[in-house]
């Protein structure tokens, strides 16, 4: 269990995976042999696996244990989850509450959760199965949405979401409407503070309503990126989106924006998917357009 300090604040990865999981050409369209020729000594085999041709990713949650709060960033894709569409998270039965556990947070023990956005594998541990039904997992928690992100995936406040996307409908019922049906959401508009430590801002591109976390304390930062950045070879080339980015120039200047804040104010890079060590400290490089990293272990 990999654990970074923060000032007075503790980040704790919780993991539910990590692995071989796409192609390089399923996720990124600007991904050819020439491209990625002068970073294959760092790549491989950490961070892309030559054998089986496929990126290493993790899914993994930040628990943020602050002086008045623990707080969970993106829970993950869940268990017991019908989720046909993709193997990788069909059905799942992962020891990721048993890890939780061991970093000393129970359930009750939570405060607030916040989701980067509302894809798959970033809510799935909002609820949990019990007696057949779908329940919020932590039931003392507040959890916070990006309003617009919210409203993008809602069936009743966007019902063409269903006829362009039909699958996710399934996530929204089973992981996001349980929490808002038991009272515990809490819709965020634009920049918010969380607490004394943590705020939340709009960093749309990925999705129209993704949102970073910012987290400061003692002169010493962080930043939970969510997927701006699948992947460390988004941060030699900024200009990389991958296939899920759903504004594409939004998502650059975005992922622009996210590093250059990291670089400016030293702050920790901690996105949602960075196979180990996870999180990366960041220079500006040449003009601002190219950046170089180094590994936070």
Not at 211 to 228: C, H, Q, T
Request: hydrophobic content about 40%; some cysteine; glycine content about 6%.
């Amino acid at each position: 269990m990999k654990r970074w300090q923060v000032g007075d604040v503790v980040v704790t990865r919780i993991e539910e995976s990590q692995g071989p999981g796409f192609t390089p050409q399923q996720l990124f369209n600007d991904w050819t042999d020439e491209a990625i020729a002068p970073h294959l000594d760092w790549l491989q085999p950490d961070y892309f696996d030559p054998v089986a041709g496929r990126l290493v990713t993790s899914i993994h949650t930040w628990l943020l244990q602050t002086p008045a709060h623990t707080i969970l960033i993106d829970t993950c894709a869940g268990n017991h989850k019908e989720r046909s569409f993709s193997p990788r998270f069909h059905h799942l039965d992962t020891p990721w509450l048993q890890r939780l556990e061991a970093a000393g947070v129970h359930t009750n023990d939570v405060d607030i959760v916040m989701c980067t956005h509302l894809h798959v594998d970033h809510v799935g541990w909002n609820t949990r199965l019990s007696n057949g039904r779908w329940v919020p997992t932590f039931p003392n928690a507040r959890y916070v949405f990006s309003r617009l992100e919210h409203d993008h995936w809602s069936p009743v406040d966007n019902p063409s979401i269903v006829e362009r996307y039909p699958l996710k409908e399934q996530i929204y019922q089973d992981s996001v409407l349980p929490v808002v049906e038991a009272g515990l959401a809490h819709f965020s508009d634009g920049s918010e503070a969380i607490d004394d430590w943590v705020t939340v801002e709009p960093a749309p591109g990925h999705t129209p309503g993704h949102i970073v976390v910012k987290l400061a304390s003692k002169g010493r930062k962080a930043l939970f990126s969510g997927d701006i950045l699948h992947h460390p070879i988004q941060i030699v080339n900024p200009g990389w989106n991958s296939m899920f980015c759903e504004q594409q120039e939004q998502a650059v200047a975005t992922r622009r924006k996210v590093l250059e804040f990291c670089a400016k104010e030293d702050a920790l890079l901690m996105p949602a998917h960075f196979a180990h060590p996870h999180a990366a400290k960041i220079d500006c490089h040449c003009d601002g357009t190219k950046f170089r990293f180094k590994w936070a272990r």
